[in-house]
């Protein structure tokens, strides 16, 4: 039952995963304005970030590289955490909005250590270690 559980999890994170990176070709520009403007070049990362959460999904549903993406989207959602912290300061609106909502700007900030649980756990294989 578990197993269903974790497998039914891991492609719900995928689809997710995978959604995002190609909102960030679509809502691009409100990407990159969650990046301090003295970052160079904030639209190409965007693009590039968007790339990697597409082919990291892809690597979490395929079993044989599913131990690195797991790794892999753990460390990624930790590197990139520090843009939520920055658009949450800034009152930056969440791409595709408006307006600020600043107390879900700082909600959103709980979410992270979730999504790097939900990954960690969904994406655990049997013979995996403390990864």
């Given at each position: 039952?578990?197993?269903?559980?974790?497998?039914?999890?891991?492609?719900?994170?995928?689809?997710?995963?995978?959604?995002?990176?190609?909102?960030?070709?679509?809502?691009?520009?409100?990407?990159?304005?969650?990046?301090?403007?003295?970052?160079?070049f904030r639209l190409g990362v965007i693009y590039i970030t968007g790339i990697l959460e597409i082919v990291l999904a892809v690597l979490l549903l395929i079993p044989s590289t599913r131990k690195q993406a797991r790794f892999w989207t753990a460390v990624y959602l930790i590197v990139i955490f520090p843009a939520n912290i920055y658009a949450a300061i800034a009152g930056i609106p969440a791409p595709g909005q408006e307006e600020a909502n600043e107390l879900l700007l700082w909600i959103r900030l709980l979410f992270q250590p979730l999504l790097i649980w939900w990954v960690l756990w969904a994406a655990k294989q049997k013979n995996d270690s403390a990864i």
């Open positions: 039952m578990i197993k269903t559980i974790r497998r039914i999890a891991l492609v719900l994170f995928a689809f997710f995963f995978i959604f995002a990176g190609i909102a960030h070709f679509v809502q691009g520009e409100g990407f990159a304005s969650m990046i301090p403007e003295w970052v160079p």
